[in-house]
């Protein structure tokens, strides 16, 4: 079986293109995942997901872990086959989803034990336990088990959760073991503070991972101070690696975390806006729902090639949306997530002609002319 392994192949500034190899296939950067929460990527079948031009999708252990659970996704053959996507998969590691949307969770050393927020059942999430989740599912690429603090936080709080997590990581690490062709990474802790992002990064580089990702951020502390941590916590971590951004994001965050040196992100974003009737165009965010659109005859955008733009009209996707028509969601979430993979594969050429500023500017040129509604 051939390894994983990654390679830069071009830099402009801060930026860098390059690929991951795995023995499912290539995983062009910088990359964006789209998220196949319950191992579907909602409203899109697997060979449409493929057809925007995606090399990887995400999936979720915590959410798998409860429905159907992972020891029956592993029975079935494992996650790859169970939901015929035959490329990589990345998961992550239920610890965020815990903070998120477990109820009566309760945090110790160990791990963390929780209630669903399904039925209410009882669960325990450790390091080890995470690590064998995800070995069920046949992961390519498995998040170490951290702890995930909403911001705003006090520094203590930070600190005292980014070493937890860094005791996690050593766990998590030695729970993944020995698997040629998988990936383990770790994930850099530390809220906004400068210091603890440091020791985080010196502490994962310690225990080793084969890619590292920057956590902690988009949850709640805005575009400009997470953008202000990203000008030096990938600068913290090994430059021969991965870096992966958790949880981004909208289209001008994902510019700005390539500029700083990001190679890797997701978002449910594309899919959750299609289902609610936002689409992302170059010129800003279409909702699709406005009255405006009703006698509408252009498609969304003139310059898409995805079949909504390429087929369908804006009056028609008005209608649908009104309607409650299933391929409204079906439609506004392929050219969404067509849109985000021609913004990568425009990244990946400006960075390696070396003319990223001049796409970023032309891109945030584009916006500002357009006819943007609030998202």
Known sequence: MSTFSYKILGTDG??????????????RTPAFMPVGTAATVKAMMPESVRATGADILLGNTYHLMLRPTAERIERLG?????????????????????????ELRKLTEEGVTFRSHIDGSRHTLTPERSMEIQRLLGSDIV??????????????RIAESMRLSMRWAQRSRDAFGDRPGHALFGIMQGGLERDLREESAEALKQIG????????????????AMFGCLDYAPGFLPEDKPRYLMGVGKPDDIVGAVKRGIDMMDCVLPSRSGRTGQ????????????ARHMDDPRPLDEHCACPACR?????????????????SSMLLTWHNLHYYQELMQGLRDAIAEGRFDAFEAEFHAQRADGDIEPI
């Not at 996650?79 to 035959?86: K, P």
């Not at 991972?209 to 400009?224: I, R, T």
Request: overall charge negative; aromatic content about 10%.
């Open 14 to 27: 801060a930026a860098r293109t390059g690929v991951i190899s795995t023995p499912r296939g290539e995983i």
């Open 78 to 102: 494992g996650l790859h086959r169970f939901m015929n996507w035959e490329r990589p998969i990345l998961t992550d590691s239920g610890g965020f989803q815990v903070m998120s949307l477990a």
């Open 143 to 156: 998040m170490a088990f951290d702890e995930c603090p909403a911001l705003p936080a006090d520094r203590d």
């Open 209 to 224: 991972f084969e890619g590292y990702a920057v956590g902690g951020l988009a949850v709640g502390e805005g575009q400009e």
């Open 279 to 290: 689409a992302f165009t170059r010129r800003g965010v279409v909702n699709i729902k406005n």
């Open 311 to 327: 087929n369908y009209s804006r009056a028609y996707l008005h209608h649908v949306f009104r309607a409650g028509e299933i391929i």
